[in-house]
């Protein structure tokens, strides 16, 4: 069973700093997917990963298969970017596994 | 507007009933998911369907039951004998394989008095 292991568990910055979320997986993986979950719960999809890097606004994703890990940065940070960020690799099946999630708050 | 629906967002229910979460989707994806997020844990999969009229479980499938009788509609039922309900249930839908990105439903929180 694939162990994902998110770093830091719990991250305060302030506005306008550069935000860099890490995680790690034990065992090779088919994707890896970032996702949001805002405080009244709802989940939204950031990003898909197979390799190297996407970019979208002010979010970079980028893994690196080798090494079994992957990061997530916010750019700018903003204190809408607040929220519980949350890494899950999937492999030949239908399933993910999840990681704990790292809560992020960006003060003004 | 496609989306995931999961009705209601809080239940209450007391202790010994079996009690149904609704989800439905309308994006025609093949896949639909059920999880568990309890507080300091990531989401674990309970069930899981990749096509209509089948399902799986997942990792904590046991006091749970589901129907896939339709593509759009995969409603999760929590019997007496799960030992601990109490949670927040969230629903996906794909359309398919861990490699595609997945929906998520805004969640029911289910409490067990």
């Known amino acids: 069973k694939n162990e994902v292991e998110q770093s830091p568990q719990n991250l305060t910055a302030q506005e306008g700093e550069f935000i860099t979320i890490n995680c790690s997986y034990s065992?090779?993986?088919?994707?890896l997917h970032w996702l949001q979950q805002h405080p009244g719960g709802g989940i939204v999809s950031l990003f898909m990963?197979?390799?190297g890097k996407k970019k979208h606004g002010r979010l970079i994703a980028t893994i690196n298969i080798q090494e079994k890990h992957s990061s997530l940065h916010i750019t700018a940070s903003h204190p809408r970017d607040s929220a519980v960020y949350i890494c899950?690799?999937?492999?030949?099946?239908?399933?993910?596994?999840f990681g704990k999630g790292t809560l992020l708050t960006v003060n003004p | 507007d496609g989306g995931i629906t999961q009705s209601p967002k809080y239940l209450f229910r007391k202790e010994g009933q079996n009690v149904t979460l609704s989800c439905e989707q309308n994006l025609n994806h093949d896949a639909m998911y059920w999880y568990r997020q309890d507080p300091g844990q990531g989401l674990r999969l309970i069930y899981y369907s990749q096509i209509v009229n089948d399902f799986q479980k997942g990792d904590i499938a046991e006091g749970y039951s589901v129907s896939r009788e339709k593509k759009e509609s995969f409603p999760l039922t929590v019997t007496s004998a799960q030992k601990n309900p109490t949670a927040f249930y969230l629903c996906?839908?794909?359309?398919?394989?861990?490699?595609?990105?997945?929906?998520f439903g805004p969640g029911t929180r289910l409490t067990v008095l």
């Open positions: 996906a839908s794909s359309k398919g394989g861990s490699y595609n990105e997945q929906f």
């Open positions: 899950a690799v999937g492999g030949s099946n239908y399933k993910l596994t």
């Open positions: 065992v090779g993986i088919s994707a």
């Open positions: 990963l197979s390799s």
